[in-house]
T-cell receptor, first 128, second 110 residues
């Protein structure tokens, strides 16, 4: 059974960097059948995908257009975890942040890739 | 403003069948599969349906999904009080090159 455990501060000052970590058990961050994402949820923006990292012979990361200039998602193979860094935060970045696995499911002739396991969520408030 | 459009609320009585719609465009639902998530208060979303109409192990067959053109639907039959939750649709968007979600539908069991 895959479990994701999030850690990181719940309060960040404006203009600073938001940093969260997601520890993985039951799978490996370098799996060829998974990707590792960060998603946030706020009343004003709903659920918003921020980006992902995944390994397919080499490491890839891609990001949502809305945060691309400010976000970095990195794997840490030594600790089997991945992290989120969001720079230059404003109060608009206040949200519950989730890490999630994108799994691989085979049915018929196709493969499907939903968010199948989620972390517990971390409320991050941006305030001075 | 979410890329995918869902009704903000839905309701039904125990035993009824309820459907929740999710409307998109040719760059998202029209081209890619749809997944559905259930979120109980204070918890993370849980995968309910993947690949338009497939249930993960452990999800009751009271839940079903369908897709036609640029819209998708989630149906819940034999409504129970524990179905009271928020429901979200999600898919990949080829124009945005990323995952997009619906705004969510709050289901109330009367």
């Amino acid at each position: 059974q895959v479990q994701l455990q999030q850690s990181g501060p719940g309060l960040v000052k404006p203009s600073q960097t938001l940093s969260l970590t997601c520890g993985i058990s039951g799978d490996t961050v370098s799996s060829n059948n998974a990707a590792w994402s960060w998603i946030r949820q706020s009343p004003s923006r709903g659920l918003e995908w921020l980006g992902r990292t995944y390994y397919r012979s080499k490491w890839y990361s891609d990001y949502a257009v809305s945060v691309k200039s400010r976000v970095t998602i990195n794997p840490d193979t030594s600790k089997n975890q991945f992290s989120l860094q969001l720079n230059s935060v404003t109060p608009e970045d206040t949200a519950v942040y989730y890490c999630a696995r994108v799994g691989t499911y085979y049915f018929g002739s196709g493969s499907y890739h939903p968010f199948d396991y989620w972390g517990q969520g971390t409320l991050v408030t941006v305030s001075s | 403003q979410s890329v995918l459009t869902q009704p903000p609320s839905a309701s039904g009585t125990p035993g009824q069948r309820v459907t929740i719609s999710c409307s998109g465009s040719s760059s998202n639902i029209g081209t890619n599969i749809v997944n559905w998530y259930q979120q109980l208060p204070g918890t993370a979303p849980k995968l309910l349906i993947f690949g338009n109409n497939q249930r993960p192990s452990g999800v009751p067959d009271r839940y079903s999904g369908s897709k036609s053109g640029t819209s998708a639907s989630l149906a819940i039959s034999g409504l129970q009080s524990e179905d009271e939750a928020d429901y979200y649709c999600a898919t990949w968007d080829d124009s945005l090159n990323g995952w997009v979600f619906g705004g969510g539908t709050k289901l109330t069991v009367l």
